[in-house]
């Protein structure tokens, strides 16, 4: 029994201790706002620290893991998978949230001020944004963070160009793999702070948002999208991970789910929750050229959290102005739209600005508009953010079940059913 107990705090401690970290930064934030915004420092000093080896973890592991694949056309199958579940589980979101909000009268009783002095972006046509989305102008601005999807495309191709060269080219693979590891061993020493800074930062987020969750939003967040989040957390990523691997993969997925649900609830940044989804998705048991391939990619283009939050913005456009939202047509293009703002928020706190500009622009709702979604973007980032960080750690489970077979989990353990070392 006593081995038993320590081997629970063995493999949980660290959870419970970032939990609790939390959850006295929660109740900090609720009762003494004024002092939980003054912790908010603390908060971004940790935030500031994965962001500055964000750009490096993506770029070494990516690179690593395309320049040592022997097979190419794994790398291929692994790409193809990716973005096959990517699309499926975000349709299955859209899809959910377009029932969701059609059975509930979201907009009844709801009343929004128009601040004609809302922060407002720069509209751009698509094919301007799917340019912006997929290269930039210069080399230096591959490094930062906010280009994650031109530095994801470049690191697979400098990873690809780095295979032609064969021999020579094995051994650059073999350093940027040792880099790789370096970064990674960095962010375990960085999250030795996490339950001070997480701790810090919801101080700060409740004490900020808990008196706008008592406003005019109230009923549509409350309501509808908080519930629908914890739903599809709990009942969406059971089914997922059950497909991945069995009751062993759902076992293993929300033993480890935890640290990045946290970090990505905290930070409303799915970039800053990657390296913390790297680690779980190795304790998950992925595969090393798989979870280093679909995480960093996942961070800026699977988004079923985001579908969630465009779907139910443009339903409440739409019962603002009085237009049905209802019709195949209707919500076919609402699903499409949800997906595409989806991949252009690149994961940052605030990224869904391009988003919500392109829903204004595809549908025509004037300007004056643009405050009731951007405030309605503040209100779900987190939760959305949650859904999407941690759905790229089952994402991950569910390519290597496609990729390896229905049993590669098992194959990854030994016979007391724990994972072989790499």
């Not at 609402?334 to 595809?362: C, F, K, N, Q, R």
């Amino acid at each position: 029994m006593q081995k038993l107990k320590n081997n629970l705090w063995t493999s949980y401690k660290f959870p419970l201790i970032l939990l609790c970290g939390i959850a006295a930064g929660s109740l900090i934030g609720w009762f003494a706002p004024e002092f939980g915004v003054q912790l908010k420092p603390f908060g971004d000093i940790f935030l500031n620290l994965v962001f500055s080896v964000v750009v490096p973890v993506v770029f070494f592991s990516i690179s690593s893991a395309v320049a040592s694949m022997a097979n190419i056309k794994r790398l291929g199958r692994i790409l193809g998978y990716m973005l096959a579940v990517f699309v499926v589980t975000g349709l299955i979101s859209a899809v959910i949230m377009c029932f969701a909000v059609n059975a509930m009268d979201i907009t009844q009783g709801l009343n929004v001020t128009l601040d004609a002095t809302a922060e407002t972006a720069q509209a751009q046509s698509l094919p301007q944004q799917i340019v912006a989305a997929l290269t930039v102008g210069d080399f230096s601005q591959l490094l930062s963070r906010q280009n994650m999807l031109p530095l994801i495309l470049m690191s697979i191709f400098f990873g690809f160009v780095v295979t032609s060269f064969g021999e020579k080219g094995a051994k650059l693979a073999k350093g940027l793999s040792f880099m790789a590891e370096i970064f990674m061993k960095m962010i375990n020493y960085i999250m030795m702070y996490a339950p001070i800074g997480l701790g810090a930062y919801f101080a700060y987020l409740v004490a900020d948002l808990g008196p706008q969750l008592l406003g005019v939003y109230a009923k549509t967040m409350l309501g509808l999208y908080y519930p629908l989040c914890v739903v599809y957390f709990a009942v969406g990523f059971f089914i997922y991970s059950y497909f991945a691997a069995g009751k062993q993969g759902v076992k293993i997925f929300f033993k480890n789910a935890l640290s990045p649900a946290a970090t990505s609830l905290a930070t409303q940044s799915s970039i800053a929750t990657l390296p913390v989804n790297m680690e779980a998705c190795k304790n998950m048991g992925v595969p090393k050229d798989i979870r280093e391939i679909v995480l960093p990619i996942g961070a800026t283009m699977h988004m079923d959290g985001s579908c969630f939050a465009a779907i139910l913005k443009i339903a409440i456009l739409f019962g603002i102005y009085g237009r049905p939202f209802t019709g195949f047509e209707t919500l076919s293009l609402a699903i499409l739209v949800s997906i595409m703002s989806g991949v252009v928020m690149s994961g940052i706190p605030g990224g869904g600005l391009i988003g919500e500009m392109l829903i204004m622009t595809l549908y025509g709702f004037p300007m004056e508009a643009f405050p009731i979604i951007a405030t309605v973007g503040f209100l779900v980032d987190p939760p959305a953010t949650m859904i999407n960080a941690t759905g790229d750690s089952v994402a991950a489970m569910m390519v290597a079940r496609l990729v390896e077979g229905r049993d590669w989990l098992k194959k990854r353990m030994d016979v007391y059913g724990n994972l072989k070392e790499e």
